[in-house]
């Protein structure tokens, strides 16, 4: 199994990012896949889903009409675009394939139940 997080860096406030994650030595196809993120000091939460039937995506609050997850099966890759993202993006973001989510006051809450398939993650930094 391997998940390669790329796109990652350093951004100013206001910007936009793309990240990428192309997996391998698995099929994307069954899993609903997603983005979590782990900022300094703080534990690793989920921000982002989307389903492996009719490709419904999901998010965490903190990230809704800024951040969008699409996948692209045939490519074996799932992307986070990143807009207008300020300085609390400031993490290293990882995908993860087999996950789950159930919706709190509209919000997210999004959990892994395959604990090996995810990768080693994608740093953003960003500073003005």
């Known amino acids: 199994l391997q998940f390669v997080e790329s796109g990652g860096g350093s951004a100013q406030p206001g910007g936009s990012l793309r990240l990428s994650c192309v997996t391998s030595g698995f099929s994307l196809v069954p899993y609903p896949v997603g983005w979590f993120r782990q900022a300094p000091g703080k534990e690793l939460e989920g921000i982002a889903c989307i389903e492996n039937g009719d490709y419904s995506t999901y998010y965490q609050d903190s990230v809704k009409g800024r951040f969008t997850i699409s996948r692209d099966n045939a490519k074996n890759t799932v992307y986070l675009q990143m807009n207008s993202h300020e300085v609390e993006v400031t993490a290293i973001y990882y995908c993860?394939?087999?996950?789950?989510?159930?919706?709190?006051?509209?919000?997210?809450?999004?959990?892994?139940?395959?604990?090996?398939?995810w990768g080693r993650g994608a740093r953003i930094t960003v500073s003005s």
């Open positions: 993860a394939a087999g996950v789950e989510y159930r919706l709190v006051g509209g919000s997210a809450h999004i959990t892994r139940y395959k604990s090996d398939y």
